[in-house]
């Protein structure tokens, strides 16, 4: 169903550079020597260590339990022995506390056999207990717990499940080989998920730039459920939820609301593969796929990657760097953030790894606000960077929430279309930050 | 145009005016709020910087309280001696006591110290490159030295060293909290001047990968705790000062220290950026 007027206002269209990996099939990372599993690695509070130093683990086995209900709990991607529970970088650019795991070599990695009951003699409540056990978080970045999307409270009924396979991001190729190689999963996740909610539609939306994807989902669509796919036109940030929504089904979202609240709940693909492998073969979420690009890596490609991986593993197994890698980012290059050390585990949020060689990342001099407006022609949630940005240059931050701060997504819209490369986005990542500090406060 | 016309005019704006001053004038009667006029005296006496270091809102919520006999001149750390001798006087009670405070960096990892993992090149500010990977740093933890507290410092307390560490001029902080609030480490403590021995660390690591990535960390030896039995405890991968015990605390403590992360400070903290103020005089 090819549509024209399904599409959502401002935003920006960058330049792609998907080429580098969007016909690269996946293949898989070979067992690291070592991982490494934070225990915070989604939305919510950091999961609770239940193994101690020394105790042998199996592949898949629990090693810390989920704190309360909004929470996962974290599973062991490699067998192996617990060396140690410690401080350890984190992507987000702290030290946070870790379980590190000297990865048994020799090991076959065989899954302990877990009984893996026939999804659909389940009632919802074991459904969704399955997938809270499984530690399934949302792939999509954001690493939002998905038993939590799978049991919206009884006030809200859903009525649709918007499947997200836009991935808006320039370079990342995650969804977009998940949609081409695994579509069965995904129609199955979609299918485990509309019985979870009782919903009665789905609608996948898919970018344009992606046809094999669409035609691989298309291929697949079943005949019993009400299921479409929408190909979108290519626009960034369309793959944020909100935005996903207006665009899909025409439904806005009030400022504070979530989609539950207009009928909706948004899921990426990926992470519907991911619950539809929990069913299929009884594995919790211990591995996902990476994107590996840019043009500072030697071999760019998709991988299938133990979480908890280290990223000087995973950058040796794609034939290191190029003689000009200049920065890596995780995440998409709009949004994803630069690390400074090699040691960082690849966590359940973790989409892509980007190497950016010295001509991708130029980094200009900032100039002082010409006042053009392009900002406000590209905030997707028609806020206005201008005045924010320097309310934010002058610490102004009370009155940067009466222009509405909570609402932007930090997508860098507005950064990437500012003539005077000024760092707006940088400024309201910093400007939360003192917010939620001064709340605190 | 006859003059009738003109004195008309006149009369009527002058009968509103008029009217209307009445009114003014029977409002100001009927809706008088008695102020003690000390108020005003000693608003006009207070510095008027708004820094908030009493805990009031402002000068004027200092004045208020001040009035009301609910707090003393000595609480406003701003003004000199003299000035709380003055406004003592105004209001014709004691100066009263209050401790003396400053601000105090929980780090001592300047350029020559921490490890730098890799460049930052962003937006020249900590709250800003906190944000990215700890703007390179090593220790995550530690003080990301791109100044956000000096920038913030309306007294011109702090600057910024060589070593790219803030240093506070213990006579020109006035304690108000402003770098305490601004540092997105919250590397910042208002502190008692009278007390010495600082633990000058936030990192959380144990042994050698503590040192690896700072040459001054706490590396959790416990030589602090055997020396002084009592008053340091390692807690949570730190040394930590429990000042309710602080008549145990000497020197000593802080010359046990093998890395260097507890001082025994007397005046300014880092007293090697000294000689930089000295290059810059002579």
């Known amino acids: 169903m090819p549509s024209l007027w399904h599409t959502f206002r401002h935003g920006v269209h960058p330049p792609d550079h998907k080429e580098l990996t969007a016909s690269v099939p996946i293949r898989r990372l070979p067992f690291p020597a070592e991982i490494v599993l934070p225990l915070r690695q989604h939305a919510g509070k950091p999961a609770r260590p239940i193994v101690r130093e020394g105790d042998r683990v199996e592949r898949g086995d629990t090693v810390a339990e989920a704190d ?35 990865v048994e070599r020799y090991s076959p990695q065989a899954l ?24 399934v978080v949302g792939l999509g970045g954001a690493a939002f717990p998905a038993h939590i999307k799978l049991s919206p409270p009884p006030e809200c009924p859903i009525d649709t499940l918007v499947v ?39 609608v996948v939306g898919i970018e344009r730039n992606k046809p094999d994807a669409i035609a691989a989902i298309t291929r697949t669509l079943p005949a019993d459920l009400d299921v479409s796919v929408l190909d979108l036109r290519v626009k960034y940030p369309q793959g944020a939820e909100k935005l996903l929504i207006q665009t899909v089904l025409g439904r806005q979202v009030p400022s504070g609301k979530l989609p539950m609240h207009v009928g909706v709940v948004v899921q990426n693909v990926a992470s519907l593969a991911t619950i539809a492998e929990v069913f299929e073969t009884g594995l919790p979420l211990i591995e996902r796929i990476v994107t590996v690009t840019g043009r500072g890596i030697r071999n760019p490609g998709n991988l299938i990657v133990p979480v908890g991986t280290k990223l000087r593993d995973l950058l040796d197994a794609c034939g290191g760097f190029t003689s000009d890698a200049r920065e890596v980012v995780f995440g998409g290059p709009m949004m994803g953030v630069a690390q400074a050390d090699l040691d960082v585990p690849i966590t359940k949020g973790t989409t892509g790894v980007i190497v950016l060689s ?39 931050f009370e009155e940067m929430n009466a222009h509405h701060l909570a609402d932007c997504m930090l997508c860098g819209s507005c950064t990437y279309v500012c003539p005077s490369n000024i760092p707006l986005s940088q400024l309201f990542v910093a400007a939360k930050a003192q917010v939620r500090k001064l709340k605190v406060a | 145009m006859n003059p009738g016309d003109f004195l008309l005019s006149a009369g009527i704006l002058g009968g509103v005016g008029l009217g209307f001053a009445l009114l003014i004038a029977l409002a ?38 001040l009035v009301t006999g609910k707090t003393s001149p000595a609480t ?75 920038r913030v410092c309306i007294f011109d307390a702090i600057w910024m060293s060589d070593n790219g560490l803030p240093v506070v001029e213990p006579e020109l902080c006035t304690a108000c909290g402003d770098c305490v609030e601004a540092c997105p480490k919250d590397l910042f403590i208002l502190m008692p001047a009278e007390q010495n021995l600082l633990v000058q660390c936030r990192n959380l690591l144990d042994g050698e990968p503590a040192t690896d990535v700072c040459r001054v960390a706490c590396n959790t030896c416990r030589r602090c705790e055997a020396d002084a039995p009592g008053l340091i405890t390692i807690r949570d991968g ?17 010359a046990r220290c093998p890395t260097g992360a507890i001082v025994w400070l007397e005046g300014r903290q880092f007293p090697e950026a000294s000689i930089q103020l000295e290059k810059a005089a002579s």
């Open chain 1, 358 to 396: 010295e001509d991708e990342c130029k980094t200009q001099q900032s100039w002082a606000c010409i006042r053009c407006g392009h900002c406000l022609d590209a905030c997707p949630v028609f806020l206005n960077p201008q005045i924010l940005g320097s309310l934010a240059k002058a610490g102004r």
């Open chain 2, 28 to 65: 100001h009667r009927r809706f008088y709020v008695w102020e003690d006029p000390r108020l005003e005296a000693v608003s006009q006496m207070l510095p008027g910087n708004n820094c908030g270091a009493c805990g009031f809102p402002g000068c004027r919520g200092f004045a208020e309280e």
């Open chain 1, 112 to 135: 302990r056999p877990r009984i893996i009951p026939e999804w659909e003699g389940l009632t919802r409540e074991e459904l969704i207990a399955a997938v809270r056990e499984s530690g």
């Open chain 1, 164 to 202: 997200n396979g836009c991935e808006c991001e320039p370079y990342l190729t995650t969804d977009h080989r998940t949609m081409v190689e695994y579509p069965d999963r995904v129609q199955l996740g979609i299918r485990i998920m509309l019985s979870c909610l009782g919903a009665k539609r789905a």
């Open chain 2, 238 to 254: 730190l040394a930590v000062i429990d000042y309710d015990r602080y008549d145990l605390a000497s020197p000593a403590a802080a």
């Open chain 1, 68 to 102: 309360g209900q909004f929470s996962a709990p974290i599973h062991a991607s490699a067998a192996g022995r617990v060396a140690a529970i410690e401080f350890w970088p984190h992507p987000e650019g702290v030290h946070a506390p870790a379980i590190r795991i000297e």
């Open chain 2, 76 to 150: 406003c750390t701003v003004m000199s001696a003299d000035q709380r001798e003055e406004v003592a006087e105004l209001m014709g009670v004691e100066v009263g006591t209050a401790a003396l405070r400053v601000a105090r960096l929980l780090c001592a990892g300047g350029r020559d110290e921490a490890v730098r993992r890799a460049e930052y090149v962003g937006l020249q500010t900590c709250a800003a490159a906190a944000a990215v990977s700890a703007g390179g740093r090593g220790c995550t933890w530690g003080c990301l030295g791109l100044g956000d507290c000096a």
